[in-house]
């Protein structure tokens, strides 16, 4: 059985940093694509946050260029968010997302972490 584990989410300052980690176990044998998407207070719908290839190809929404780097360590099955110059905008629950081929799957699916709450104060 395939999971995501989120880690390193909180309460933080305005102007502040945090650094996101998500780990994927289980029988896998590759990883396509991995990302980070976030639900804010209200909001029905999870937003794009960044992506990530295998290869190292990066996908930013607009609002986070500059800010927020996804990197990923495919020797861990890992994906990282570093996230700067947080502002009350980006409170929200951060999901890590997984397009991987796992067991004895010809096929890629997709997975889904549990989410790790960011809170930035004002």
């Known amino acids: 059985q395939v999971q995501l584990v989120e880690s390193g989410g909180g309460l933080v300052q305005a102007g502040g940093s945090l650094r996101l980690s998500c780990a994927a176990s289980g029988r896998i044998f590759s990883i396509n694509l991995m990302g980070w998407y976030r639900q804010a207070p209200g909001k029905q719908r999870r937003e794009l946050v960044a992506?990530?290839?295998?290869?190292?190809?990066?996908n930013y929404a607009d609002s986070m260029k500059g800010r927020f780097t996804i990197s990923r360590d495919n020797a861990k099955n890992t994906v990282y968010l570093q996230m700067n110059s947080l502002n009350a905008e980006d409170t929200a629950v951060y999901y890590c997302?997984?397009?991987?081929?796992?067991?004895?799957?010809?096929?890629?699916?997709?997975?889904w972490g549990q989410g790790t709450q960011v809170t930035v104060s004002s």
């Open positions: 992506t990530i290839t295998s290869s190292g190809s990066t």
């Open positions: 997302n997984a397009n991987l081929r796992a067991g004895g799957n010809l096929r890629s699916y997709e997975y």
